[in-house]
């Protein structure tokens, strides 16, 4: 019997990876601007990181969100993200407790 592989994904901050939905996906969409996706389907060059403030922080500093969405991301964005992400934060987590084992049926990018 074959065990389906949890997706992993590293977080662009502290380079751990982890599985998928414990992180935190940013997408730069088609009109190049980049966005918290907590759904994590929309379209667009993703990024990710784990859901920990200190990540945000770490990938200010290091421009690791510049790095992964190739786009130069300012300092008001990486602000936005953050407000956003304590905005979500309770969303984010709840759905991480209930994702479970879930099929997970979007593994691209
Ligand atoms: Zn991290």
Known sequence: MKQRKTPLRKCVACQQMMPKRELIRVV????EQVLI????KKSGRGAYLCGKRSCFKLASKSRGLDRALKIAVSADIYRQLEEDFIQVEDEFNALKDSAGDKADDNDEE
């Open 28 to 31: 730069r969409t088609p009109d």
């Open 37 to 40: 996706d907590l759904s994590g």
